[in-house]
């Protein structure tokens, strides 16, 4: 049974992060050498992932995301695909990745039980492709794309952050894309996510929000009419180009937080439970686990993080969490 937390949210999803490393840099979310990294001693096994996803399964957790750092850089990720996939109670097992590896594992992810891929792409020209995020290949990612498309890891969602002076001019291009394409384009309003942001002016003013990136597109493509995605429904509100195949979507992190309707917890691939990824609270469960703790008191430290859940963010008016990067958590 799924549970409710203190503001009566039930809590049916888990983001599971499997590294904190990445073959890319990109600049809203790494330092250009990267950020300390964890230990291999320091990162969960996927024996303790695995025990960790039982007993959230336990608990009426039905829907797992991997992440990282980048998930695909970690050996062994698609065994780790099928030991999730195949645990009773987990019908929805999803990843978010930068799409540089995606094309060489696509069919492997599939096969073994992979629902979805989220796809990070915030530029669709190579060479401002390469500089957000140092050093990666446009033409990978949509490879990556492409493989993930044959290999039916369907509907394909791309996240696209918004930077003010790096590619705002781009929201138009990514829009037109949906007209005859099945993409699921997603723009996400830029967090301040303390130690990874490596944005050197004052972050706010690179903050595009979603009103202003609706009123670019809506200008030159014509009015946005709602639109429903079939799988997955995250906090994005999604809509349509009069007549196009794909969607557009918006998470609004910052304008308008949706807090309220959070069904989230996120475990970091050292094995810290966050409740909430904008709350510095962390619980411990690699001490434990490591000590020998099993199923059952695992889920009751889940059942903590579903209790100390803070009821929202305050994004608007402070800045974001200061002790982890956003690749040390996942997205
Ligand atoms: N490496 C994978 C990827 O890039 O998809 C997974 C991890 S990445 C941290 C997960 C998501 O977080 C990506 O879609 C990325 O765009 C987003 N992200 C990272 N830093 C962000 C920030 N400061 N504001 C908004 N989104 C951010
Ligand atoms: Fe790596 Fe993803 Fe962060 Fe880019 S957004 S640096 S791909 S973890």
Not at 95 to 118: C, F, K, W
Not at 245 to 251: A, E, H, S
Request: hydrophobic letters at 35%.
């Amino acid at each position: 049974m799924t549970h409710l937390d203190a503001y009566n949210r039930p809590i049916s999803y888990l983001r599971i992060s499997v590294t904190d490393r990445c073959n890319l840099r990109c600049l809203y979310c790494m330092p250009r050498d990267g950020v300390p990294l964890c230990s291999h001693h320091e990162i969960l096994t996927y024996e303790e992932i695995e025990t960790i996803a039982r007993a959230a399964a336990e608990l009426g957790i039905s829907k797992v995301r991997l992440t990282g750092g980048e998930p695909l850089v970690r050996t062994g990720i698609v065994e780790l695909v099928r030991v999730l996939a195949s645990i009773p109670g987990i019908d929805d097992l999803a990843m978010t990745t930068n799409g540089i590896r995606l094309s060489r594992h696509a069919l492997a992810l599939a096969e073994a039980g992979l629902l979805r891929v989220n796809v990070s792409l915030d530029s669709l020209r190579p060479e401002r492709f390469e500089r957000i995020t140092r050093g990666g290949r446009l033409e990978d990612v949509l490879h990556g794309m492409e493989a993930a498309r044959e290999a039916g890891l369907q509907p394909i969602k791309i996240n696209t952050v918004v930077i003010r002076g790096t590619n705002d001019d781009e929201v138009v291009d990514f829009a037109r894309k949906t007209m005859h394409q099945y993409w699921n384009v997603r723009f996400i309003e830029l967090m301040p996510m303390g130690r990874g942001l490596s944005i050197e002016d004052e972050w706010r003013e690179k903050i595009v929000i979603a009103q202003e990136i609706r009123r670019k597109v809506e200008t030159v493509l014509g009015k946005l009419e709602p639109a429903k995605v079939s799988a997955g429904n995250g906090p994005a509100r999604y809509y349509r180009l009069p007549g196009a195949r794909g969607t557009l979507g918006f998470i609004t992190a910052v304008s308008d937080h949706f807090c309220y309707q959070c069904n989230r917890m996120r475990l970091t691939a050292d094995g810290q439970l966050r409740p909430c990824l904008l709350s510095d609270h962390e619980i411990d469960l690699r001490t434990p686990l490591r000590q020998g703790a099993g199923i059952e008191e695992i889920k009751s430290l889940l059942l903590k993080g579903v209790e100390t859940k803070p009821r929202r963010h305050h994004l608007a008016e402070s800045d974001g969490p200061e002790k982890r990067a956003m690749s040390q958590i996942g997205g």
